[in-house]
């Protein structure tokens, strides 16, 4: 947590005790990109903005998500009143599985959000147990103390909103993921009216989202992408591969739009996509013209300019439908000399090795690949510099909270409040854990709230700690050597030893070494003095010392080394 310049006096001065409070309470989201949660409470009420995950790095081997502490929500259970969502990405619904496991709270969302957090209940076998309760823009609801309204914002899904929260103290106005589109696809522009109504009445505190604080200008709307691919699609002259976000359904409406203008059938390719272009499908959100979706054994016997692939895998991810193409190992399609491959998505940071990797290996075989380096084919759902004046100018808060985005973000945006005359001392530079207490005259930083990334390892959540990620990183980095043999009850050597390595070297051309560490655990056991009682703990220690020097002296390599003696 840190203060920007001025706030110091503010922050060491206490709030009445007779006057009521209302707490912020980040649990993710402030200082990284994803895990977005965030708490409201009032007295003994709690109710929470989105409850996501994020993805692990290459910091995190074998770990398949990160999601909440939920211990601070958890241990006020009886006064958890719901979940708020304000959109249907995974970085906003995709750790309510585990937190309904503890916890089965209503979750309220608009209606496609609800779909998208259905079908992920369904895997987890909760769905028959959950309580979803579909809401929508300008229409104010009840939970406990507060009284919330749902208004529209753009992004880079269907159905997103900010949410103005009406509590003891005054208003919470929160934008979730948003950019300012005033020519959307779907004709619904964010709600620029309501935003200023709530600004003129008053806004308490405003939480904005400060994931693209960094660009300057406007964020470019999201129909000049689908011009730009009109003219890459009638160009093309073979097949065409375009690789988009499973749920950005307007960039999935706009290329299945201009497939049919230019003759081309299309296949989807990837579980996801094929889901949410079904559910969206069917809320009535993406409309597919008529006879343009075919399988891919009957897409593959069209002529190549006639053929369109939607497909999964923008970010590189190694199993999804790009990379195997890329990697010449998907069942169904090969890519060939003149395919065209457009990679229509943000790289998300973190993924620009993955993603190049994947690009490189596309234009071995041929191909000609686009993406938001070299070509018009992609346009942010986040806000730009002006778009969040903009914000700011419309809601005027008293106060200002920047969210969802790493520390550098966090600061730029409170920095950029400055520029359209928010005070240094009305905002609040805020990251995980801390805590925001606001009353109808003053606010002020609390201390640390429970907070962590929980770590999910198959059925596992939590029992992965920093002690098993280093064992996991060492395995990586140095490999192991497994040594078993048996030995009689005064620990003489009976059978074996047998010696597999993973990761140290390759056996069919080390079979000198191999050699030589089998002498070297027959010495080590042969050591054992007569006078002396057998101890199997201690002679596995000598055989691992034995056996990782060896292997050092020869390689300078340090291996994990796991003796097994058995007693036969």
């Known amino acids: 947590m840190t203060l920007l310049p001025g706030m110091e006096a503010r922050v060491e001065s206490a709030t009445p005790a007779i006057e009521p409070a209302v707490r912020l309470i980040p649990l993710g989201g402030l200082g990284e990109i994803g895990l977005n949660m965030m708490l409201i409470e009032s007295g003994e009420d ?54 309904l496991r503890a916890a089965p709270v209503p979750i309220y969302g608009t209606p496609l959000t609800l779909a998208l957090v259905a079908e992920r209940l369904r895997e987890h076998g909760l769905l028959e147990t959950a309580t979803l309760r579909p809401i929508r823009p300008r229409e104010p609801f009840e939970i406990g103390p507060f009284r919330i309204e749902p208004i529209r914002v753009t992004h880079s899904i269907v159905d997103g909103i900010g949410l103005a929260v009406d509590t003891p103290v005054g208003t919470v106005v929160h934008t979730g993921d948003f950019k300012l589109d005033g020519t959307p696809l779907d004709g619904e522009p964010p709600d620029y009216r309501r935003f200023a109504e709530l600004g003129e009445h008053g806004v308490l505190v405003l939480c904005s989202d400060s994931t693209n604080v960094d660009r300057p200008g406007h964020t470019r709307s999201e129909t000049e992408v689908g011009s730009a691919l009109a003219e890459r699609f009638e160009r093309a002259p073979g097949r065409i591969v375009v690789a988009t976000f499973a749920s950005h359904i307007h960039r999935i409406q706009q290329i299945l739009t201009l497939a049919a203008r230019v003759r081309r059938r299309v296949t989807l390719l990837g579980r996801s996509m094929e889901r949410n272009v079904a559910v969206a ?45 890329a990697a010449g190992e998907h069942r169904g399609v090969q890519i060939e000399r003149d395919d065209l491959v457009i990679i229509s998505a943000r790289v998300i940071p973190g993924h620009e090795r993955t993603v190049g990797r994947v690009i490189n290996a596309l234009y071995r075989l041929g191909a000609e690949v686009l993406w938001e380096d070299n070509a018009f084919v992609h346009v942010s759902g986040h806000a730009s510099q002006e778009d969040l004046k903009l914000m700011l100018n419309l809601t005027r808060p008293r106060y200002f909270v920047p969210v969802h985005g790493e520390y550098r973000h966090l600061l730029a945006h409170a920095r950029l409040a400055g520029t359209v005359g928010v005070p240094p001392d009305r905002v609040f530079l805020m990251e995980d854990g801390a805590g925001l207490e606001m009353t109808k005259t003053a606010a002020r930083i609390l201390g640390r709230f429970p907070t962590g990334r929980v770590l999910v390892d198959g059925k596992g959540v939590g029992d992965v700690g920093a002690a098993v990620l280093r064992e996991r990183q060492i395995l990586a980095h140095d490999g192991v050597v497994a040594v ?8 003489r ?37 007569a006078t002396v009682p057998w101890d199997r703990e201690a002679a596995a220690a000598r055989v691992r010392l034995a056996v990782r020097q060896r292997i050092s002296q020869r390689f300078q390599r340090k291996p994990v080394v796991l003796p097994l003696i058995v007693e036969v």
């Open 281 to 325: 499908a069917e809320l009535g959100y993406l409309h597919i013209p008529e006879d343009l979706l075919l399988p891919l054994e009957d897409l593959a016997a069209l002529p190549p300019e006639r053929q369109l692939i939607l497909s999964t895998g923008s970010q590189g991810e190694p199993h999804s439908a790009l990379a195997l193409m």
């Open 493 to 529: 050597l009976v059978a074996g030893p047998e010696i597999a390595t993973r990761g140290v070297l390759y056996v069919k051309e080390s079979a000198d070494l191999l050699a030589e560490l089998h002498q070297v655990v027959r010495d080590v056991l042969a050591e054992q003095e």
């Open 46 to 99: 709690v109710v929470a903005i989105d409850c996501g995950l994020m993805f692990p790095d290459e910091d995190l081997p074998g770990i398949d998500y990160v999601i909440p502490d939920f211990s601070y929500p958890l241990a006020k259970r009886d006064g958890f009143r719901a979940v708020v969502l304000t959109h249907g990405h995974e970085d906003h619904v995709g750790a309510l599985p585990w937190l």
């Open 484 to 491: 078993s043999c048996g030995v009689d009850a005064r620990g």
